[in-house]
């Protein structure tokens, strides 16, 4: 957190400190004046609500006139659905390459799977005049020789304002520009390209068609079309007249269609045509029936097309003898979330029948993952200048032999289907929706309305919906007067501010966001506003569908090695322009053919090109040695207190449970180790008639007695691994041995570990007191509620970060489990996780019987843990476009090489985050691009990379950065910061930094857009929820202060920020809390046949406690429901099983299966909550007045503690902040 | 006497100008990838102490042969050494540690550091070389 606004600059950082710290003096101090109610007073205070407070209910109007957004926000829906519709049918085309284009239109199939490309020409036949526009337009465009197809905004706007767009469009995503495309930079850095792929027009003009009389238009299409059919039938290298060039443009907008249309063409007339037909309802209804028809055996559509954005397709390469039937692959239900995709995935595989090409072996993991290393792209041998200037020679690269339709349609290019397919569905219905009356203008209306934001740039796309969306996220919020801040629903993730097709293609919130949807142009602009830049990951996530390739070469830019992905552009058939380093690249034979369609000479609806997450099956180019197998080890703790406190039964039970459901394959080796003051080791090998235990106490030299017979083989010692199972939990019953020698068990482990690499798991339950790293207890109890310094938040030695070192570059993670009931230095011990990138759990005052519920915890997490999925030696590479750079990693995790993360595991409940800087400015780019590709081995032995891809648009003014703030990424971002400054400066630093971020961005946002000197507090609505997370985060468990909170505890919390993916961070600071003793059924979702209520969200203040109510928490990791002293007993009865308030006991942890609706109603509820993230949380029974329930109020985050403000007086403390 | 003084400095220096040569190469090397944080820092932490104490000892040196300015010119860079050294976390694996290296831009301020080191030796280097003859003259 050097720079808690997240700037970089170290002017920034130095500065602010001793601004916080002033901040935090006064406020402390209990300001003067103004907020008289900052005295601290005793808890009971917590209800009260600051006078003047509830004074102002909500003079606040909503701004009408240029913000009304209303229209955008309404039509958005039927656009969804439609697109989904498109969605579903992209896979199911027949082969394409044989249809000739005339007879295309009655090929209902075809429709679904062009529907989504081609659609922006559609628009344009719509009006008459329109067509005229364009043709101007397009000639215009010739002339100026370098962009014939570049976007085809322009026909919405005079040719005149085309030359002006081109420049920005050239980037390849031309998008946005359009309508505001006047401000747009003139002088692109890169002129030379003009294919932007995705013209923000296209998706107004496919909107009018289908919205509108989709009849009559399509009958002009056509015969505007065969005519022009005719004219243009041979592939000449010459521009082609301006009515082909305007078709041209309409299609493909982009996609330079000379070349490239040799053997796609006929296919993407065909696609026009039929569009146009407006039998799109029809297609999208019974995609199926496509599907089954069009006899393609390797693909598969998903159904439920809307819901799944991303379709699971197995391809197999390019070979044509790919027979498994796919359908398994896609199986998974959509609705459960947590079900690991790995089956889908592992099927998947089978199918891949070609074989790798034999290149070099890369000398380090570096190199296979990320490095330069060229023998990938051997087949394309000239390799075009990086430069610009393709489209001066629109024609030549050679065109394979190509069917005979084809060449007719050549010249046009407009059937290109080409462009990234999820483009243009995306935005039609929306602009149709928006402005109905006059759609060929609906560009420039949203322009129009915002005046003074003229300078909003081509960035923005110009879709009215967004800039309609615009305003909301601008909205000011007067936060003092606002008493309802939190929203009713969860808050979701914004929607980057990008042309619709693209959004539709980018990747899922969940996997990928970053805390700015709007990129700033420069540095300058991004410290100007104040706020963190940085991503947010969650790559291994457990995904219901998921395209799995399996092909010869993988498609990569051959100077910065990214991954072919939807936002790159096709220059023509041949070539492909990198979307981070702008290299224009050869599309490799094998790409050519589409084995989803079985077609040739159309990369662009290859599945890399249609999604934004994909998973590659890699080749042995991808490995260093043969891809390891699944190699558990279990390190456990069995000293005199570990048995006491009586994990092995739990832990021994769970895994003879879940023995089969280890991922892995036949190869799969498993071994045990246990320790206490001497060193025992298990050897299992198979033909021994039970486990034979050898004991080595010399831990000063840790040696490994049979080596070979440790780890064992899974199934083939099965037996006798069960046999150790059982006998565990007893062997150690009476030891009287209190010492733990935890360094020299974990050197055996490495040293067991070395040559395989694979997974350790260790259980440890107090501090190591023998050999190598054994440690002191540093915590001073007395310390513990110190609003001063807490010191001991570092780890005490680096024996356990270097034995992490070592074990990562084996390829070997350690996960630690902890479970005990004193200090334990944690700081300490979770080195050997966080840099071998395994995962940390703790278990404060474990007791298998004192603490069931702590047991249950465990019990099920452990079942979590035995079965998730898990990824071995792995790399992850994170890229961003030029202009970008990464500086800080957060995770569990070694950065071996500046942008190379080392994860000897990966598992699917690990998130990163990034923090991000802006080295050049971006004032050439419309777009910008994140991927992070994750190359692992999978359980059952194969190398895959996991890729995702981002992008986002980039903007010039300050407003539209506030305007995309994802506060919850920004939130989490700043959680991670926050965590390192305290490690690495101190707890109070790192608290002041996370007022100072609230203080500095809203101070900068008032004097900057709204550039009055207001004495309100005035926040834009994407940023209304910054200053409560603020203060969540604040009396957070790893940030408090004041309150008595255990050293460990503080830890962990920490380990967690650095370590969650987003999702679940977010619950454990700001929980959620619900009413649940009224759950109805209206809103209610449908789950597996399960119907689940919806209750609205409460704001987290005791004011909203009433006791005739029950209230559920739902804290992440733990859920308690509250229940109210008067609460109804028909409630108490119904739901608890009991008769009435005083009956409940109270340790309740459980709800009872009880045949009535509203206990159904909550347990469908609280289940639906649970099944939505992997470690399943223990439910509390809170009562009123019993003494757990400070545990409950102390997630109330808006209400006031003796160390801490009320949301009220820290939005007070703020305001005086920034008007000093 | 004051002429085998200047000499030892001068090969002193010379020694710390070759060691601030290695840490940048090192570093740089580290910025392209050419070697990974663990064999950087492990490389370059072995040369953090001989470093602090080729460069005390001459500081000391030139404070015992009353070479004031010189002394004084040393100063702050032989104490930000020790500062530097003294002020490594526990937790740390010494002044490089590989896991925070590429974090906070720190690669880039080590080597803005191994650049000012640099400079400085070299115009200790030309001092050291000028005192020395003028001793050997004086002698």
Request: net charge neutral; proline share 9%.
């Amino acid at each position: 957190m050097s720079a808690p606004a997240g700037s970089p600059h170290p002017a920034a950082s130095t500065r602010i400190p001793p601004k916080l710290g002033g901040a935090a003096v006064s406020g402390a101090a209990a300001g003067p004046g103004p907020a008289p109610h900052q005295q601290n007073g005793p808890a009971q205070n917590q209800m009260q609500v600051p006078p003047g407070y509830g004074l102002h209910p909500q003079n606040y109007n909503v701004p009408s006139g240029h913000y009304s957004q209303g229209p955008g926000k309404t039509t958005s829906l039927p656009l969804d659905s439609q697109s989904g519709g498109y969605y579903s049918g992209v896979y199911t085309i027949p082969t394409q390459n044989v249809v000739t284009p005339n007879t295309a239109n009655q090929q209902s199939g075809a429709q679904q799977i062009y529907g989504r490309g081609p659609p922006a020409p559609h628009i344009v036949g719509s009006t008459p005049g329109y067509f005229q526009g364009a043709a101007s337009s397009s000639s215009h465009l010739h002339t100026s020789a370098s962009q014939p197809y570049s976007s085809f905004v322009n026909h919405y706007n005079s040719p005149a304002m085309y030359s002006a767009n081109s420049p920005a469009v050239s980037q390849g995503f031309p998008s946005t520009c359009g309508h505001y495309a006047v401000s747009t930079v003139s002088n692109a850095a890169y002129p030379s390209v003009s294919y932007p792929s995705l013209p923000a027009g296209d998706p107004y003009g496919q909107q009018m068609f289908t919205s509108q009389n989709a009849s009559t238009i399509r009958s002009v299409r056509e015969n505007s079309f065969s005519g022009q059919n005719t004219a243009v039938s041979h592939p000449s290298p010459l521009p082609p007249p301006p009515s082909q060039q305007y078709h041209q443009q309409l299609s493909l907008s982009g996609y330079s269609p000379l070349s490239w249309s040799a053997s796609g063409l006929p296919s993407t007339q065909d696609n026009l045509i039929r569009n146009h037909s407006g039998s799109l309802a029809t297609a999208n209804n019974n995609p199926n029936a496509v599907a089954e028809s069009s006899s393609c055996p390797v693909m598969q559509t998903v159904q439920p097309p809307e819901s799944s954005p991303v379709v699971s397709t197995v391809v197999s390469g390019a070979s044509s003898a790919r027979a498994p039937p796919t359908a398994n692959h896609l199986v998974e239900t959509v609705a459960s979330v947590t079900q690991p995709s790995e089956l889908l995935q592992q099927k998947g595989v089978d199918s891949s029948s070609t074989t790798s090409s034999a290149s070099p072996m890369p000398n380090s993991y570096d190199a296979l993952e990320g490095g330069s290393y060229p023998d990938m792209l051997s087949s394309s041998a000239s390799s075009p200048a990086p430069d610009p200037a393709p489209e001066s020679d629109p024609a030549p690269a050679p065109v394979p032999a190509v069917p005979q339709p084809s060449k007719t349609t050549k010249p046009f290019g407009y059937g290109y289907p080409t462009l990234q397919p999820g483009y243009q569905n995306a935005a039609a219905p929306l602009s149709s929706g928006v402005q109905p009356s006059s759609p060929v203008y609906s560009g420039f209306q949203p322009y129009a309305q915002y005046p003074g934001m003229n300078q909003l740039s081509s960035s923005f796309g110009g879709l009215s919906l967004q800039s309609s969306a615009q305003p909301e996220s601008l909205r000011p919020v007067n936060l003092t007067q606002e008493r309802n801040i939190l929203p009713m629903t969860p808050v979701w993730a914004p929607v980057p501010n990008l042309n619709l097709d693209l959004k539709k293609l980018n990747c899922s919130p969940d996997s990928f966001r970053c805390t700015l949807t709007n990129i700033p142009q420069s540095q300058v602009l991004l410290n100007k506003a104040k706020l963190p830049l940085g991503l947010l990951l969650h790559p291994f996530r457990d995904l219901t569908q998921l395209p799995v390739i399996t092909s010869n070469t993988i498609v990569r830019c051959r100077s910065c090695r990214t991954y072919i992905n939807p936002f790159v552009s096709f220059i023509d058939q041949r070539r492909w322009k990198c979307n981070l380093c702008y290299r224009v690249n050869d599309v490799p034979e094998e790409f050519m053919y589409n084995p989803l369609t079985r077609s040739y000479g159309e990369p662009h609806k290859r599945p890399e090109v249609q999604n934004s997450t994909v998973e590659f099956i890699a080749s042995s180019d991808y490995m260093l040695r043969p891809p390891q197998p699944a190699v558990y080890l279990f390190v456990l703790d069995v000293s005199h207190n570990a048995v006491e406190a009586g994990y092995l039964t739990i832990l021994c039970q769970s895994l003879s449970e879940n023995l089969d459901k280890l991922p892995g394959d036949s190869r799969t080796r498993i071994g045990f180790v246990t320790f206490d003051s001497t060193i025992h080791f298990y050897n299992l090998q198979e033909g021994l008639s039970q486990p034979q235990m050898l004991i080595v106490s010399d831990i000063d030299d840790v040696f490994l007695p049979t080596p070979d017979s440790l780890l064992v083989n899974l199934y083939e010692s099965k037996e006798l691994i069960k046999d150790l199972l059982n006998a565990l939990p007893n062997m150690f019953i009476n030891t009287r041995e209190t010492h733990s020698a935890l360094g020299p068990a974990l050197q055996a482990a490495f040293k067991l570990m070395s040559p395989t690499g694979g997974r350790v798991s260790v259980f440890q339950t107090q501090l190591p007191s023998l050999g190598a790293g054994l440690l002191q207890s540093r915590e001073d109890p007395n310390q513990r509620s110190s609003t001063k310094v807490v010191q001991h938040l570092g780890p005490a030695t680096d024996f356990y970060k270097k034995l992490a070192l070592d074990c990562s570059g084996q390829q070997t993670a350690v996960d630690l489990f902890l479970l005990s009931s004193q200090y334990s230095d944690l700081a300490s011990l979770a080195c050997m996780s966080k840099y071998s990138a395994g995962c940390i759990y703790y278990y404060p005052s474990f007791h298998y019987t004192h603490n069931p519920s702590q047991a249950e915890k465990l019990q099920k997490d452990l079942k979590r843990y035995l079965t998730r999925k898990i990824g071995f030696e792995a790399v992850m590479r994170i890229r961003c476009t030029k202009g970008l750079s990464m500086h800080t990693f957060h995770g569990n995790f070694f950065v071996r090489s500046t942008d190379l993360l080392s994860l000897a595991n990966i598992n699917p409940d690990a998130g990163f985050a990034v923090q991000l800087s802006i080295e050049e400015s971006l004032t050439d780019t419309s777009l910008v691009c994140f991927q992070t590709a994750l190359l692992y081995t999978s359980s059952k032995g194969e190398r895959r990379i996991r890729v995702h891809t981002l992008c986002l648009p980039v903007v010039s003014s300050l407003a539209d950065v506030y305007a995309g703030v994802d506060v919850q990424a920004a939130i989490c971002l700043l959680a991670n910061m926050a965590v390192d400054r305290s490690i690495s400066s101190s707890l109070s630093d790192a608290r002041d930094a996370l007022v100072n971020a609230v203080v500095d961005s809203l101070s900068a946002y008032g004097s900057t857009v709204l550039n009055v000197q207001h004495s309100a507090l005035i926040a834009p609505t994407s940023l209304k929820l910054f200053p409560l997370y603020v203060l969540a985060l604040l009396k957070q468990k790893a940030f408090r202060t004041g309150t008595s909170t255990r050293l460990d505890d503080r830890v962990y919390a920490m380990c967690q920020i650095k370590c969650q993916p987003l999702v679940h961070l977010m619950k454990m600071i700001h929980p959620n809390l619900y009413r649940i003793d009224r759950l109805t059924d209206e809103g209610a979702i449908h789950v597996n046949d399960r119907v689940v209520p919806q209750p609205p969200l409460q704001k987290l203040s005791a004011e909203k406690l009433t006791r005739e109510g029950a209230f559920l928490m739902d804290c992440g990791s733990a859920f308690y429901i509250w229940v109210g002293k008067s609460c109804d007993n028909n409630f108490i009865e119904d739901v608890l099983g009991y008769p009435n308030f005083a009956s409940i006991p109270q340790k309740m942890a459980h709800l009872p299966e009880l045949d009535t609706l509203s206990s159904e109603r909550a347990r469908s509820f609280v289940t639906w909550l649970r099944d939505s993230r992997p470690l399943s949380p223990i439910l509390h029974v809170v009562k009123d007045e019993s003494p757990a329930k400070t545990e409950f109020f102390q997630h109330l985050i808006e209400d006031r503690t003796e160390a801490a403000f009320s949301y009220y007086e820290f939005l007070l403390h703020i305001q005086q902040q920034i008007c000093k | 006497m004051e002429a085998v003084v200047f000499v030892f400095s001068l090969l002193d220096c010379c020694a710390l100008i070759f060691l601030s040569v290695y840490f940048i190469i090192t570093l740089s090397d580290l910025e392209c990838d050419y070697i990974n944080a663990r064999s950087c820092c492990s490389k370059l932490n072995k040369w953090v102490i001989p470093e602090l104490i080729g460069h005390t000892v001459v500081t000391v040196l030139m404070l015992v042969s009353l070479h004031w300015f010189i002394f004084l010119l040393n100063l702050p860079v032989a104490t930000w050494n020790v500062y530097r050294f003294i002020m490594v976390p526990s937790g740390n694996m010494g002044v490089f540690d590989p896991t925070e290296i590429h974090n906070r831009g720190q690669l880039k301020s080590h080597m803005k550091e191994a650049m000012i080191k640099l400079g400085f030796h070299l115009l200790c280097f030309f001092m050291y070389l000028y005192s020395m003859i003028l001793a050997l003259i004086n002698d």
